[in-house]
C-alpha cells in the first residue's frame, strides 16, 4: 500500500528528524544527490544536455542549487535563475556551494537561451497563498518552453494538499517528491500538473507519521469461481429508475451489472422502455415501476443482494413520489444499497440516516447539492467535502473526479483513469458495476477497488484515445477487467 500524506506531517516528521541531531543541510544534500541521480538517468534518456535550474527563496530552492551543481559535476550545460535568496541559512550554505563550483548563476528568469530541460525549484509544499501576479508571471514563462519540465518536491503554484493551482502552477512532466507522497499529486487538478512521480525516500518513518489517504492498488483479482456455480450463486442485482423520458441510464447500469458478473438482473422502470431494453438485452428481467403495489416493491427488495437506484429517476412530482416509496423500503430492509444521479437530489432536499451498506457516487456537481455549497468550494478541498458529506448522512461515499475519492473505513485515492471517461452514462456504468460486485461479493470487495476495476475498464476503453468514449462501450471493457484483462 502507497501511502499519502498531508504536507503539515511532512513537515512536523522531518523536524522530528532534525530535532534527534540528523543535519538539515546533509538532508538537503541526500536529497539533491538522490534527485541528480535519477535526473542523469532522464535526461540521458531524452538526449537532454542543457539545463535551466529555477531557484526561489526558500529550501526548495536550496535543492535546485545543489541539484545544480551534482549535474555541473557530471558534465550537464547548466545555469541557474534565481532571485534574491530567502534567509534560510542552508539556502545560503547551498548558493555558495553552488557558486564555488562554478555554476552560472543569472538573476531574474529571463532566459538567456534556449534550453533542453527546465528543473522547478521555485516554491516547495508550504505553498498555500495565491501567487503574485510577478510570479505567475514566471511561472506560465516557464510553461512556455519547449524543453522537458521537472518539478522539485511539487509543481511550484500547486497547492500541495488539495492539487489545486494558486492560481496556475508549473506543468511538469516529472515531479520528484521528497520523503513521502502528499495528496495533492493525486487529486482534483493535481494530476494535470505533476507529471510521472518520482518518490525521494530518504529516512525512516517514525510512529507519529500518520497518513491521510493511500492509493488503491491497481492489480486487483477477483476470486475465481465455482464448477458447481450457478446464476444464483452470483448475486441478483435490482436496477430502479428510468422516467417515461430518460431511459439509456438504467440500460447502461443494467447492461454493466451483468458485465461486471452478476447472475440476475431486475430492472424497474417506465413500461415505455421495455421493448428497447429486451431488444438490446433480453436477459434482463423486467418490471413496471407504476404497476407495483408497495407490498410488490418490498418483495422485490427482498429477493434480491443489491440495488442501485436513481438513474434516469428525473425531478419532478412522480420522481419524487417514487423516491419515498423505494428508499424507505430498502432502509428497512438493510440491503446493499447504490445511491446515484437524482436520488442524490431529493437525499439533498429530505435527508435521511443511511447505514454502512449504503454506496453513494457523486460527481462535484451532487456534492455541492448534498452539502449546499457551490462546485469550486467542493473543489478546492474535496478531501474536507468527502468527509463532510460522511459526517452529514452517513454511509460510504466515492467522490468521483479525477484522482476519485473512496471513504471506507479509511480514504483512498484511484490513480487509474483517463479523462475520456468524463462523459455522460459513465456513472452509470459505475453503480451498476458497484451492485453488481457487492451483490456477487459482499464484504470480501472493498468499494475503491469496485472503482479502480471501473477506471482500468476505462483505460481499456481508451487505449486507442480518449476523444470520443462511449459509456455504452464500456461492457466489454468490464468483462475484460473483472477477468483479470
Known amino acids: 500500500m502507497q501511502q499519502v500524506y498531508h504536507s503539515r506531517d511532512i513537515q512536523a516528521w522531518e523536524q522530528r528528524w532534525f530535532a534527534k541531531g540528523n543535519s538539515s543541510y546533509g538532508l538537503m544534500q541526500q536529497v539533491a544527490w538522490a534527485i541528480a541521480q535519477q535526473l542523469k538517468v532522464l535526461f540521458a534518456q531524452h538526449n537532454i544536455q542543457s539545463i535551466a535550474v529555477c531557484c526561489g527563496q526558500g529550501n526548495n530552492a536550496g535543492d535546485g542549487y545543489l541539484i545544480a551543481k551534482y549535474l555541473q559535476q557530471a558534465g550537464f550545460d547548466v545555469c541557474i535563475y534565481a532571485n534574491d535568496l530567502g534567509a534560510s541559512h542552508d539556502l545560503h550554505t547551498a548558493y555558495q556551494s553552488a557558486k564555488d563550483r562554478g555554476v552560472t548563476i543569472e538573476q531574474g528568469f529571463d532566459f538567456k537561451r534556449t534550453y533542453d530541460a527546465y528543473i522547478d525549484a521555485l516554491f516547495g509544499i508550504g505553498l498555500n497563498r495565491e501567487l503574485t501576479e510577478d510570479w505567475q508571471q514566471i511561472i506560465q514563462h516557464i510553461n512556455q518552453q519547449s524543453g522537458l519540465k521537472v518539478a522539485i518536491d511539487v509543481p511550484s503554484g500547486l497547492n500541495a494538499n488539495t492539487g489545486q493551482p494558486l492560481p496556475c502552477a508549473v506543468v511538469a512532466d516529472h515531479s520528484f517528491t521528497v520523503l513521502g507522497l502528499k495528496i495533492g499529486l493525486f487529486t482534483a487538478k493535481g494530476k494535470a500538473y505533476c507529471g510521472q512521480i518520482h518518490l525521494i525516500d530518504l529516512i525512516p518513518t517514525d510512529p507519529d507519521l500518520t497518513a491521510i489517504a493511500q492509493l488503491s492498488p491497481t492489480h486487483i483479482n477477483l476470486p475465481k469461481r465455482?464448477?458447481?456455480?450457478?446464476?444464483?450463486?452470483?448475486?441478483?442485482?435490482?436496477?430502479i429508475g428510468g422516467h417515461a423520458e430518460m431511459g439509456g441510464a438504467v440500460i447502461m447500469a443494467a447492461e454493466a451489472a451483468f458485465y461486471a458478473g452478476a447472475g440476475k438482473v431486475t430492472l424497474v422502470c417506465d413500461?415505455?422502455?421495455?421493448?428497447?431494453?429486451?431488444?438490446?438485452?433480453?436477459?434482463?428481467?423486467?418490471r413496471d415501476i407504476d404497476q407495483l403495489s408497495q407490498?410488490?416493491?418490498?418483495?422485490?427488495?427482498?429477493?434480491?443482494?443489491?440495488?442501485?437506484?436513481?438513474?434516469?429517476?428525473?425531478?419532478?412530482?412522480?420522481?419524487?413520489?417514487?423516491?419515498?416509496?423505494?428508499?424507505?423500503?430498502?432502509?428497512?430492509a438493510d440491503k446493499i444499497v447504490v445511491l446515484d444521479a437524482d436520488t442524490l437530489w431529493f437525499l439533498a432536499k429530505t435527508p435521511k440516516p443511511l447505514s454502512q451498506h449504503t454506496y453513494l457516487t457523486p460527481h462535484p456537481g451532487e456534492a455541492a447539492t448534498l452539502l449546499h455549497c457551490s462546485v469550486n468550494e467542493i473543489e478546492a478541498d474535496r478531501v474536507a467535502a468527502i468527509y463532510a458529506l460522511q459526517h452529514r448522512y452517513g454511509g460510504v461515499w466515492v467522490l468521483k473526479g479525477a484522482g476519485s475519492l473512496i471513504l471506507e473505513q479509511q480514504l483512498w485515492i484511484c490513480c487509474a483513469g483517463n479523462p475520456g471517461m468524463g462523459t455522460g452514462g459513465m456513472g452509470d456504468i459505475l453503480a451498476g458495476m458497484l451492485a453488481s460486485l457487492k451483490a456477487q461479493f459482499q464484504q470480501r470487495i472493498a468499494l475503491h477497488q469496485v472503482v479502480t476495476l471501473h477506471a482500468k475498464a476505462g483505460d481499456v476503453l481508451a487505449c486507442n484515445g480518449e476523444r470520443g468514449l462511449q459509456a455504452q462501450h464500456m461492457n466489454q471493457a468490464i468483462y475484460q477487467v473483472v477477468n483479470g484483462e
Open 271 to 286: 413500461a415505455k422502455h421495455h421493448g428497447a431494453i429486451l431488444a438490446r438485452s433480453p436477459n434482463i428481467m423486467l
Open 226 to 239: 465455482q464448477a458447481f456455480g450457478h446464476k444464483g450463486s452470483y448475486g441478483h442485482v435490482l436496477v
Open 295 to 332: 407490498s410488490e416493491r418490498e418483495a422485490l427488495i427482498n429477493q434480491v443482494d443489491a440495488i442501485c437506484f436513481g438513474m434516469g429517476l428525473g425531478r419532478d412530482a412522480w420522481a419524487e413520489q417514487q423516491f419515498g416509496q423505494w428508499f424507505d423500503a430498502m432502509n428497512q
